[in-house]
């Protein structure tokens, strides 16, 4: 039989194997606030790359109207505030478009601004492009070199020209 010196040192030696309470609660802290961290994370990456890809559909459809106001598709004239579905098949009906044609100081050259943007009573952060671009005005009577301008031989132009394109919001304007 043992002695109670003995039984008594055996039980103070003997320590817990397992977490106690705190630990655990602890570490769950740990782990909750770590979670919720990633969460924010996957959050904020959705919602930029939502964003990025409609500034990306903003300058496509800019570049598709402009396109389509060269080729003489569209007329060419300033409209406002227009739903970009009833000119583009297969769009979102949340797109608007605008466009601004302006006489320039040289004769027979037309600025056209072309914005396109996503509609603000739908859409809570909307994405927008604007594309500036000069164009020869086709309506203007070009007189060929040796020829005078009472001749009837006065032909005009397609839609043509430089251009001076700027994405988003910021940019100069020319």
């Known amino acids: 039989m043992r002695s109670r010196r003995a039984i008594a040192g055996h039980l103070g030696r003997h320590t817990s194997a397992g977490f106690t309470l705190l630990e655990v609660i602890l570490a769950m802290a740990i782990l909750l606030l770590s979670l919720a961290a990633v969460s924010q994370l996957v959050l904020t990456a959705h919602s930029n790359a939502r964003s990025a890809r409609d500034r990306g559909t903003a300058q496509m459809l800019a570049d598709s109207l402009m396109a389509e106001l060269i080729a003489g598709s569209l007329p ?3 409209t406002s505030e227009t739903p970009l579905e009833d000119v583009v098949d297969g769009v979102e009906p949340d797109w608007l478009y605008a466009v601004d044609v302006s006489a320039t100081d040289l004769d027979g050259l037309l600025r056209v601004e072309v914005l396109v943007r996503q509609d603000a009573a739908q859409i809570a952060r909307p994405a927008e492009a604007r594309l500036v671009q000069w164009l020869i005005d086709p309506d203007y009577p ?9 001749s009837g031989g ?12 700027e994405a988003g919001t910021g ?3 020319p």
């Open 76 to 78: 060419l004239e300033s």
């Open 142 to 150: 070009f007189v060929q070199p040796g020829e005078s301008a009472s």
């Open 154 to 165: 006065s032909s005009s132009s397609s839609a043509s020209g430089g251009s001076s394109g």
């Open 171 to 173: 940019g100069t304007q």
